[in-house]
């Protein structure tokens, strides 16, 4: 019978070989297929390809031409792939319900308004992110195969947000990068779920009894990070004393210390614009002691030397840097920054204080991350008392350290 409604379903299937090393990291877990000799040869006007290798139909992949190294997803390695694009609608459906119930049943909503629905390609829906902040549902498409895939994944969510939360009113927003990736962010409206067409693009909501806003705006990021909520709960023994939160953005750790019983707060970021958020975000929380905390608009390296002169010490810093800092002529990745700052940060730490640093990309394994960090913690009198990584909704694939991409170490001096 034709597919009238997803035509691209029906049609035959071009087989494509595949690198020898893509099968055999596929074998193991992996599922994507970056560029290579091979996916230079993709026709690429087609969604659905059936990976050979060895003669023989191996995978049914997902393809994203557009991308410009990961050319290709997994979706299935079970044949026939025949049926496996047939059935893509039902298995769709099933792996998003399977990803949303994963949340609702480990009572994730429960102490967190803000939280992944969906994550990747740890939940088997490979480029597909779904945020869910309060009333707002933000899918986040990391391959372009989901703008084509848009309306039947759009119907199949709504169908299955509807059993879930019969009684919520949506708006939601689907962010996805152009060819410069760069992201762009639009409204749109879900069938058979009630719209909140009228609400603005923006909304308040709590992270373990703490208040944030959260914006969906062209100009803005959306102010925090629910990647990092499940590192930030186990973190909770840490926050006690002073703390000193660097590269605080809008200052979710800065408030939920204050919100665990920090007796004072340092926040240091050099963006004017997240520090007046971060702002808005105490205004929201006015059981917090706003004279315990203070902002530094500043260089990160300016306000460790800053506080070292004023001969300041904390009991926990926490360093969250971007994946990589310019200061106009040079660019710096974290991790080698880490080699300055991790001294100047001892300047400050109490005798017997911690300090976390993370490291967000997928561009470094964690285990570069470590032993780096180790070297760097060991040549100057700390060790390492704890590893932090991703959980809860944000669980990542095993065997592909791509989605395993944020990371820390709490450090602490022997
Ligand atoms: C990855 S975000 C931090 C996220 C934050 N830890 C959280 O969980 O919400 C990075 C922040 O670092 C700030 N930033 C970048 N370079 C900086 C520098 N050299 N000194 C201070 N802040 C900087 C940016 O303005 C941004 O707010």
């Not at 390695?77 to 298995?91: A, M, R, S, W």
């Not at 939940?123 to 309306?151: E, S």
């Not at 152009?178 to 058979?192: A, C, H, L, Q």
Request: with cysteine.
């Amino acid at each position: 019978m034709k597919n009238t409604k997803y035509p691209y379903l029906d049609r035959p299937y071009p087989r494509v070989k595949l690198h020898p090393a893509t099968i055999k990291h596929m074998k193991k877990g992996h599922p994507w297929v970056t560029k290579d000799t091979f996916t230079a040869e993709f026709p690429e006007n087609r969604t659905f390809l059936v990976g050979v290798g060895n003669e023989k139909e191996f995978a049914l992949l997902i393809q994203d031409p557009k991308h410009p190294h990961v050319k290709a997803r997994l979706w299935s390695l079970i044949p026939p792939f025949v049926d496996g694009i047939k059935n893509f609608p039902k298995e769709l459906y099933d792996r998003l319900e399977a990803a949303i119930r994963y949340r609702i049943s480990h009572g994730i909503d429960k102490e967190r308004e803000n939280f992944y629905l969906v994550f990747g390609e740890g939940d088997r829906i490979p480029g597909l992110f779904i945020q869910k902040l309060g009333n707002k549902i933000l899918i986040q498409h990391y391959a372009d195969y989901w703008r084509k895939l848009g309306t039947l994944l759009n119907h199949t969510l709504a169908a299955i947000l509807k059993d879930y939360f019969p009684d919520e009113r949506f708006t939601a927003y689907v962010e996805t990068r152009n060819s410069e990736m760069e992201n762009t962010i639009r409204r749109i409206t879900m069938p058979g779920v009630r719209n909140d067409t009228a609400s603005p693009n923006e909304v308040e909501i709590t992270e373990f009894g703490v208040k944030y806003k959260v914006r969906f705006d062209q100009n803005y990021d959306h102010g925090l990070y629910t990647d990092m909520s499940a590192i930030r709960k186990r973190m909770t023994k840490y926050m006690k004393g002073s703390v000193l939160n660097l590269f605080s953005y809008t200052g979710a750790y800065s408030l939920y210390a204050m919100k665990s019983g920090a007796e004072s707060v340092v926040s240091v970021d050099l963006s004017p614009k997240y520090l007046s958020w971060l702002e808005e975000n105490l205004d929201l929380n006015p059981e917090l002691n706003r004279e315990s905390h203070e902002s530094l608009e500043m260089p990160v390296s300016v306000a460790l030397s800053k506080l070292a002169a004023e001969k300041k010490q904390f009991n926990f810093i926490v360093c969250d840097p971007p994946t990589a800092s310019s200061d106009g002529k040079k660019t710096t990745n974290a991790l080698d920054n880490y080699e300055k700052m991790i001294p100047q940060m001892m300047k400050v730490l109490a005798h017997d204080g911690v300090m976390v640093v993370f490291q967000n990309t997928h561009k470094v394994t964690k285990k570069k991350f470590e032993d780096k960090i180790s070297a760097i913690a060991k040549s100057k009198g700390l060790k390492v008392i704890e590893n932090l990584k991703m959980a809860e909704d944000c669980k990542p694939l095993s065997q592909f350290p791509e989605g395993n991409y944020l990371n820390g170490l709490v450090l602490s001096r022997y």
